[in-house]
T-cell receptor
Framework: GNSVTQMEGPVTLSEEAFLTINCTYT??????LFWYVQYPGEGLQLLLK?????DKGSNKGFEATYRKETTSFHLEKGSVQVSDSAVYFC??????????FGDGTTLTVKP | DVKVTQSSRYLVKRTGEKVFLECVQD?????MFWYRQDPGLGLRLIYF???????EKGDIPEGYSVSREKKERFSLILESASTNQTSMYLC????????????FGDGTRLSIL
């Protein structure tokens, strides 16, 4: 079956540090890949997506590249801010919009 | 923008009660989903629906049922609430195409006493 494995947290960084959250997946076919962010007390919201190999998704300074050869979709940001503190979920879709999610990585950014 | 609205942000119920959680989306999406979110366990799919009056079990359907009488509304029912159903419940919707993301409500934090 499909699965998503993401870097265990929690992750604590200082403001302006470089962020990487690793995500690897197992899937049949050609999934679409997503990163979602969940701020405290809210539901998940889409951060970025990529629908085919070598696509790069980007939004709000975050980036992730769909790597089919390594089955990975790592999230990166060059300089994090306190406001980036949240839980980040990697996910994939294979059919009819049903998603498989990773367990989430909690990021805390300190001033 | 797609809006997914869950009827309650916080809910407190007693063991044995029948509990209804309501979810409405305003973008004519075919697919709707119910998840529960618990610390250390991520998101777990309870039930989903691809169309009106259609439903399929997810990974943890025991103790739950669902209803989808109208396309925009998807209800989660706890037939006889138990304390182990205390959790955050998230509703989501998506159009039928597989490359589209899910749109989530803000969640209902349910406590069963």
């Amino acid at each position: 079956g499909n699965s998503v494995t993401q870097m265990e947290g929690p992750v604590t960084l200082s403001e302006e540090a470089f962020l990487t959250i690793n995500c690897t997946y197992t899937a049949t076919g050609y999934p679409s890949l997503f990163w979602y962010v969940q701020y405290p007390g809210e539901g998940l919201q889409l951060l970025l997506k990529a629908t085919k190999a070598d696509d790069k998704g980007s939004n709000k300074g975050f980036e992730a590249t769909y790597r089919k050869e390594t089955t990975s979709f790592h999230l990166e940001k060059g300089s994090v801010q306190v406001s980036d503190s949240a839980v980040y979920f990697c996910a994939l879709n294979t059919n009819a919009g049903k998603s498989t999610f990773g367990d989430g990585t909690t990021l805390t950014v300190k001033p | 923008d797609v809006k997914v609205t869950q009827s309650s942000r916080y809910l407190v119920k007693r063991t044995g009660e029948k509990v209804f959680l309501e979810c409405v989306q305003d973008m004519d999406h075919e697919n709707m989903f119910w998840y529960r979110q618990d610390p250390g366990l991520g998101l777990r799919l309870i039930y989903f629906s691809y169309d009106v009056k259609m439903k399929e079990k997810g990974d943890i359907p025991e103790g739950y049922s669902v209803s989808r009488e109208k396309k925009e509304r998807f209800s989660l029912i706890l037939e006889s609430a138990s304390t182990n159903q205390t959790s955050m419940y998230l509703c989501a919707s998506t159009p039928g195409r597989s490359n589209q993301p899910q749109h989530f409500g803000d969640g209902t934090r349910l406590s069963i006493l």
